[in-house]
């Protein structure tokens, strides 16, 4: 799974028993700018920013995480989806 953009890096925050939380990183200042997480009413990844501005893009680099870590949840509980 690819966790390296070109300006964002996604790092693995928390791991619970059946999905994770991820923290999105600047890559030049390390700065924090969110995290993507499971949204129990959503039933899905979703994306919590931080006081934070993002370009076309980074959110297009987000969007791509977030298709990855959807396979990679559903690949999980193959038999329910």
């Known amino acids: 799974m690819?966790?390296?953009y070109k300006y964002i890096e996604f790092k693995l925050i928390e791991r619970k028993p059946k999905t994770e939380v991820w923290g999105?990183?600047?890559i030049g200042d390390?700065?924090?700018l969110g995290e993507i997480k499971?949204?129990?009413g959503w039933r899905q990844y979703t994306f919590y920013p931080e006081n934070a501005k993002f370009s076309e893009s980074c959110l297009i680099d987000?969007?791509?995480f977030l298709k990855q870590i959807k396979m990679e949840y559903k690949k999980g509980f193959a038999g329910i989806y």
Do not use: A, E, F, R
Request: hydrophobic fraction near 40%; charged fraction near 20%; avoid cysteine.
């Open 2 to 4: 690819q966790t390296k």
């Open 24 to 26: 999105i990183y600047n």
């Open 30 to 32: 390390g700065y924090l």
């Open 38 to 40: 499971w949204d129990i």
């Open 62 to 64: 987000i969007l791509d």
